[in-house]
Structure formats: structure tokens, C-alpha cells
């Protein structure tokens, strides 16, 4: 099956920074959603954006998508300590299964 | 409880065991799914239920037995699993299969094959 990829695969900033992960897939998407995972647990729902959408906030996340170069990233502004997480991208087709990438690792250092 | 819940949390089994892991939706979502997540790995669909019935098995050995007996409750029963089927399993449910439906997930079960 086709992957979503996550970059970078790990990240490491100042609590109070901004943090930047992208995610490139392959096929044709409907919607692309990003999920956090705090360490060994559930991934919790974060945003969705919609393949006609090329921007959209959520507080203090921001997601960007470009179709045309298959790739979106995701914003995080001011971080805290408390975002210390993974953070998975998974695109949906047409079909009803979400394709995941392997995830970005993001330390905030307080 | 609310969300998403699954037990146990950790297990430990041997090859020859045979165990079971549950999860339950309080959400009164229509579809549930199974995924394994291992290491540094995307996560890997397993089975897809909607309406109690399966829509998705991707080609997972047949040690691995799903089973939705209603709406809100899945299992996924374990048979003479090897090491490398040693990972996190995940469920999840969503109100309907959809993929832009937001999946809920249960906060896993650690297993690990000896």
C-alpha cells in the first residue's frame, strides 16, 4: 500500500518555538488528517484538511496543503511542553482507508 | 467511561498461548477498526468492521481472529503468535466509514511475544 512520510523523523526545540512537520504521499487524496500521539498511547484527532483546502488553523496549529505537490505540513506556534509527542499524517482516497506515514517524534526542551 | 477503551493494557504471552484483546466504543459509532503499530513504522490497518460486519481484512495471518458481536464492542483473539507480531494494537472507531470521519482511538494494548 502507499505510504504517507513524515520529515523530519525526529525534532528537537526551546519550549516557546515553532515547530514545522511535512508530509508527502503519494496518491490522490481526499482529505488529510493529523494525529498526535503521546508516548505508547492512542492517537487523538488534531485537524483535517480537505484537498480544495490549501490552509487551516485550529489555535494554535496551522496545516497547509499542496495537492499539486502532494506534500502539507503542520505548525505548531509557541510550543509547550506538553506537545512533546509524535505527530502522524494520514491521507484519505477515495476509498475508506486512511494511509499513514511513520510519524514525526517532537521533543520540547523546557 | 467515555471514548474509546481496551484491555488489557500490557500482555505477555507465550507462542502457544492463546488470549484475547477487547476494545469498546461508548461514542455510539457505526464503524471499528484494528491496527498494529510497530517501531519507526506506519500504522498498519488490520480489520475494519461497520455495522458489526467486516469490510477490511489486509491480508493478516489467519492468527489473528477478529470478532464484533454488536456495534460497540471488538476483539481480536491470538493464537500461536511468533515474536515479531510484538507491537502496539490499537482500536479505533469512527461515527460511520468514512474517511473524513475522525477516528477515535482506545489507548492501545503493549503486547509482547516471547
Known amino acids: 500500500s502507499q505510504q504517507g512520510e513524515e520529515d523530519p523523523q525526529a525534532l528537537s526545540i526551546q519550549e516557546g518555538e515553532n515547530a514545522t512537520m511535512n508530509c508527502s504521499y503519494k496518491?490522490?487524496?481526499?482529505?488529510l488528517q493529523w494525529y498526535r500521539q503521546n508516548s505508547g498511547r492512542g492517537l487523538v484527532h488534531l485537524i483535517l484538511i480537505r484537498s480544495n483546502e490549501r490552509e487551516k488553523h485550529s489555535g494554535r496549529l496551522r496545516v497547509t496543503l499542496d495537492t499539486s505537490k502532494k506534500s502539507s505540513s503542520l505548525l505548531i506556534t509557541a510550543s509547550r511542553a506538553a506537545d512533546t509527542a509524535s505527530y502522524f499524517c494520514?491521507?484519505?482516497?477515495?476509498?475508506?482507508?486512511?494511509?499513514w506515514g511513520a510519524g514525526t517524534k517532537l521533543i520540547i526542551k523546557p | 467511561e467515555t471514548g474509546v477503551t481496551q484491555t488489557p493494557r500490557h500482555l505477555v504471552m507465550g507462542m502457544t498461548n492463546k488470549k484475547s484483546l477487547k476494545c469498546e466504543q461508548h461514542?455510539?459509532?457505526?464503524?471499528m477498526y484494528w491496527y498494529k503499530q510497530s517501531a519507526k513504522k506506519p500504522l498498519e490497518l488490520m480489520f475494519v468492521?461497520?455495522?458489526?460486519?467486516?469490510?477490511e481484512n489486509n491480508s493478516v495471518p489467519s492468527r489473528f481472529s477478529p470478532e464484533c458481536p454488536n456495534s460497540s464492542h471488538l476483539f481480536l483473539h491470538l493464537h500461536t503468535l511468533q515474536p515479531e507480531d510484538s507491537a502496539l494494537y490499537l482500536c479505533?472507531?469512527?461515527?460511520?466509514?468514512?474517511?473524513?470521519?475522525?477516528?477515535?482511538f482506545g489507548p492501545g494494548t503493549r503486547l509482547t511475544v516471547l
Open positions: 461514542l455510539g459509532h457505526n464503524a
Open positions: 479505533a472507531s469512527s461515527q460511520r466509514l468514512a474517511i473524513q470521519n475522525e477516528q477515535f
Open positions: 468492521y461497520s455495522l458489526e460486519e467486516r469490510v
Open positions: 496518491t490522490s487524496i481526499n482529505n
Open positions: 494520514a491521507g484519505g482516497d477515495s476509498n475508506y482507508q486512511l494511509i
